[in-house]
Nanobody, 125 residues
Framework: QVQLVESGGGLVQPGGSLRLSCVAS????????MGWYRQAPGKQRELVAT???????NYADSMKGRFTISRDNAKNTVYLQMNSLKPEDTAVYYC???????????????????WGQGTQVTVSS
């Protein structure tokens, strides 16, 4: 089994910063792309940023220049540094990852997509 566990959310004032972390654990052979998504009340889940295992990053336009995604492959961990936070950044932030596990009894290995449980980020004075 594989788990993604986020941490680092909380309450912060406008203009402040937070750093989110997400650790993948369990029966892992390899972790491919990792990313962060968010969902505000009454809105659809949206992309924040993604990062490949090689370190190539992709950001939603509204996050460019304020958010930075990074990862530590040795620790199966992805980070999201969020600066200059705005009230509209308030949302539940979810970690996402493509992960392969051990081979099955027929010698096949599959890649699956996993989600974390989410961490609340609230930007308010």
């Amino acid at each position: 089994q594989v788990q993604l566990v986020e941490s680092g959310g909380g309450l912060v004032q406008p203009g402040g910063s937070l750093r989110l972390s997400c650790v993948a654990s369990g029966s892992i052979f390899n972790v491919y792309a990792m990313g962060w998504y968010r969902q505000a009340p009454g809105k659809q889940r949206e992309l924040v940023a993604t990062i490949t295992s090689a370190g190539t990053t992709n950001y939603a336009d509204s996050m460019k220049g304020r958010f930075t995604i990074s990862r530590d492959n040795a620790k199966n961990t992805v980070y999201l540094q969020m600066n200059s936070l705005k009230p509209e950044d308030t949302a539940v932030y979810y970690c996402n990852a493509d992960i392969s596990g051990p081979v099955d009894r027929w010698g096949a290995r599959y890649e699956y997509n996993y989600w974390g449980q989410g961490t609340q980020v609230t930007v308010s004075s």
